[in-house]
């Protein structure tokens, strides 16, 4: 087993390992790229809670010290073992797009006024163009995210995206969490 799953195991002192099993859960959700993952495509900005509330019942519960560190490290041992650069890439376009919308969903259009003092001519500006551009710049990163992910999977399908390396263990299907 991973060396970081094994210490989330041995911290769950009880018999059932109840703890350790949501731990697990919720790391899996907050790292999982495949289609099978529930949280795989959520928000970032709202994917901790949502994946808090899934394993633990709460989107507030918190982590105690020892916790925080087994899911910290567990998340760095996920990340590590599962994704590829590609699928890394695939995880910032997401996040960037998250950001630009967040931003854009508290700009408001704005037209200002501008009398010019010597001639008084009547001027306006507008930040329009800007949320334009925004709104440009989003519709580019999800068509670049698009073509990644294509490419990825025509990589997957041709056996060619980890070079000429063998398969991940996750692509093998032969990480598994737990007993």
Not at 65 to 83: P, S
Not at 109 to 136: C, Q, S
Request: hydrophobic letters at 35%; a neutral charge.
């Amino acid at each position: 087993m991973v060396p970081e799953f094994t210490e989330i195991w041995k911290w769950d002192k009880t018999k059932d390992k109840k703890k350790a099993h949501k731990v697990l859960f919720y790391i899996y959700l907050m790292c999982d790229l495949n289609d099978e993952c529930p949280t795989k495509d959520l928000d970032q900005t709202i994917k901790d809670g949502q994946c808090r509330f899934m394993a633990y019942g709460s989107r507030h519960y918190v982590f105690d010290g020892a916790e925080t560190d087994l899911v910290v490290q567990g998340i760095q041992a996920y990340t590590m073992l599962n994704e590829v650069a590609e699928e890394r890439m695939l995880s910032t376009y997401d996040s960037k797009i998250d950001q630009l919308r967040d931003l854009l969903e508290e700009t408001e259009p704005v037209i200002h006024e501008n009398v010019n003092d010597r001639t008084g001519v009547v001027t306006f500006a507008t930040n329009i163009e800007i949320i334009n551009r925004a709104l440009k710049e989003i519709s580019n990163l999800v068509k670049a995210k698009h073509d990644l992910r294509q490419t990825i999977l025509a990589g997957f399908s041709a056996g060619h995206v980890r070079g000429k390396v063998q398969l991940s263990p996750r692509d093998k299907r032969k990480l598994r969490i737990g007993k």
